[in-house]
Every structure is written in C-alpha cells, then in structure tokens.
Nanobody
Framework: HVQLVESGGGSVQAGGSLKLACVASGDIFSRLYMAWFRQAPGKEREGVAAVDTAGLTTYTYAVQGRFTISKDNAKNTLYLQMNSLKPEDTAMYYC???????????????WGQGTQVTVS
C-alpha cells in the first residue's frame, strides 16, 4: 500500500510560480509510475504531467513549456514546478502513483488528497 501526501499549493498572481511536492510512503517509489492530475471547479479531472521509472516525461498541451515534473527517488518525492501560471491553472492538484506510464486515470491506483492552487 502506498500513501501519497501533497504540499506546496497556495495562491499566486498570474505569471508567478509554485512548486508542488508529493511524498510517498513505502520502499517501492523508484518502481512507480507517477503523475500529477488536476480538477477545476465544475470540470472533470485531467492529467497534467507524468513521469516513468526512467525519468521520461509527458505533459498535457496546456502546460507544455511552463510545468516540469520530476522525481527524487532518494527522498521518495515527486515534484511539479509550475511557472508562468495562468488563472486557468486554478484547480485542486493531485499526485498519483501506478504501474503504467501516461495520463490515463485508470492506470493509477494510488491518489493523494490534493493541494489547492489558485491563480488570480
């Protein structure tokens, strides 16, 4: 069983930056495929960025060039560096872990509780 705890959310003005972190429990972090999802009010949850066990990354088009996903296996931590934030990035951001690479929610069996990001 893997527990995920996100942090780093907050309120920021458009154009600003935030860095989210997600700490995972257990000793299998290096073998997990990880991703960030987000859900804005009134909208479905969507995939934002994913990273595989070798460090390969993929992003949804809306955040390409602005967001960077990374993982530190020594710290059991997943990160999401968010730059040039826009009001449309406002959402609850969730960390997820699973056994497949990509942004399909069905592939992720472990989810954090979320951290709120608000861009004004």
């Amino acid at each position: 069983h893997v527990q995920l705890v996100e942090s780093g959310g907050g309120s920021v003005q458009a154009g600003g930056s935030l860095k989210l972190a997600c700490v995972a429990s257990g000793d299998i972090f290096s073998r997990l495929y990880m991703a960030w999802f987000r859900q804005a009010p009134g909208k479905e949850r969507e995939g934002v960025a994913a990273v595989d066990t070798a460090g390969l990354t993929t992003y949804t088009y809306a955040v390409q060039g602005r967001f960077t996903i990374s993982k530190d296996n020594a710290k059991n931590t997943l990160y999401l560096q968010m730059n040039s934030l826009k009001p449309e990035d406002t959402a609850m951001y969730y960390c997820a872990a699973g056994d497949r690479y990509g942004l399909a929610q069905v592939d992720f069996g472990y989810w954090g509780q979320g951290t709120q990001v608000t861009v004004s």
